[in-house]
């Protein structure tokens, strides 16, 4: 399995890797899979958007949390990755999982700096 986060660098991708072994939330992979999902869902904000504007409503997915989880429950190992990190290497996901959040105004939970 690949789970090479494309722009971070090894360094990075090493403790990520070690993170994601140790931690009992994570498993190999969980941190490219929660960038993919929380990137996709950043890029089709406005598209929930204007269901939810048509609909009335908020629904993503079918609902249920196992079945269909929501964008910030898809997050969560993407915060547990960052708190985790090393300053520097921080920084490197960071950098590329702020994009993501600015783009639907998600707020800073005290990450160290991009």
């Not at 722009?7 to 990075?12: C, D, I, V």
């Not at 929660?34 to 939810?52: I, V």
């Not at 997050?75 to 996901?93: F, G, I, K």
Request: charged fraction near 25%; include cysteine; charge should be negative.
């Amino acid at each position: 399995m690949n789970d090479t986060v494309d722009g971070l660098s090894a360094k990075t991708m090493a403790q990520i890797r070690r993170i994601e072994v140790l931690h009992p939330l994570l498993h190999p992979g969980a941190t490219r899979e929660a960038l993919r999902t929380w990137e996709e869902y950043a890029r089709s904000l406005s598209t929930w958007t204007m269901l939810e504007a048509l609909r009335g409503e908020a629904v993503i997915g079918c609902g249920i949390p196992e079945c269909c989880p929501t964008p910030v429950e898809d997050r969560e190992p993407l915060s547990v990755v960052l708190h985790a990190l090393r300053r520097p290497q921080a920084r490197d996901l960071r950098a590329r999982v702020g994009q993501a959040d600015a783009l639907h105004g998600f707020p800073d939970h005290g990450f160290p700096p991009a």
